[in-house]
């Protein structure tokens, strides 16, 4: 099997910060691109990052200079530093790792969603 675990997420003031964290585990040979979504019942689901295995990265424009994504390929971990927060970054952040190649089965996963909340 494999399962996404994401770790980080919390309630900060405007300005704060915050790192997130994504583990995908299991029998796992690659992943081609990890990607941090976030949504609000309010709000269509929004890409905000996404590295692929190489290093390159996208950041979305609302986040460009205050949220970094890294990946470590060996642990098939990926972050969001997410630095001078707010509150329009209140939203659930989701974890997905497309096009991960494992044993016996491969495709695309998501994490269960962790609640990132800024406010004063």
């Known amino acids: 099997q494999v399962q996404l675990v994401e770790s980080g997420g919390g309630s900060v003031q405007p300005g704060g910060s915050l790192r997130l964290s994504c583990v995908a585990t299991g029998n796992i040979i690659s992943i081609n691109d990890m990607v941090w979504y976030r949504q609000t019942p309010e709000k269509q689901r929004e890409l905000v990052a996404s590295?692929?295995?190489?290093?390159?990265?996208h950041v979305a424009e609302s986040v460009t200079g205050r949220f970094t994504i890294s990946r470590e390929n060996a642990k098939f971990t990926v972050y969001l530093q997410m630095n001078s927060l707010k509150s329009a970054d209140t939203a659930v952040y989701y974890c997905?790792?497309?096009?991960?190649?494992?044993?016996?089965?491969?495709?695309?996963?998501w994490g269960q969603g962790t609640q990132v909340t800024v406010s004063s």
């Open positions: 997905n790792a497309k096009g991960v190649v494992a044993h016996p089965s491969s495709g695309d996963y």
């Open positions: 590295i692929s295995s190489g290093g390159y990265t």
